[in-house]
């Protein structure tokens, strides 16, 4: 059901955990299903130098959250904002289409920390 990738992602993770003193930080949830994501940013030298993440949710909530913080390292925001969900999922490998709102809540939660950080994608 669910490809290799997203399986890695959500078995092993990557910058889960909270950011001390972030750039920005934000918070979304998915109204229709309940799945949560917080996400925390920090810039230095007008790039994005330390992201990481927490989510309540399903499987592919917790893969896209975790393959979003890969994606926008080391970018600058600008770049980050050039993210589409397509290519998030793509990277993933693919998601079912029940499970579309995962990426619709990595997404939300790039469009939420960008706005803070005054960058509109």
Do not use: Q
């Amino acid at each position: 059901m669910y490809s290799d990738k997203v399986l890695d992602h959500f078995h092993h993770p990557r910058n889960v955990g909270e950011i001390e003193d972030p750039t920005a930080v934000v918070e979304t949830t998915n109204p229709v299903c309940g799945d949560f994501m917080k996400l925390w940013v920090t810039v230095h030298a007008g790039r994005i130098a330390e992201v990481r993440f927490k989510v309540a949710g399903c499987v592919p909530a917790i893969a896209c959250g975790s393959k979003l913080t890969e994606m926008i390292r080391g970018r600058s925001p600008a770049e980050a904002a050039a993210l589409t969900r397509e290519e998030l999922v793509g990277a993933l490998g693919g998601l079912p289409e029940a499970s579309s709102h995962a990426g619709h809540l990595a997404m939300d939660a790039l469009a939420a920390i960008l706005k803070k950080l005054k960058i509109e994608n």
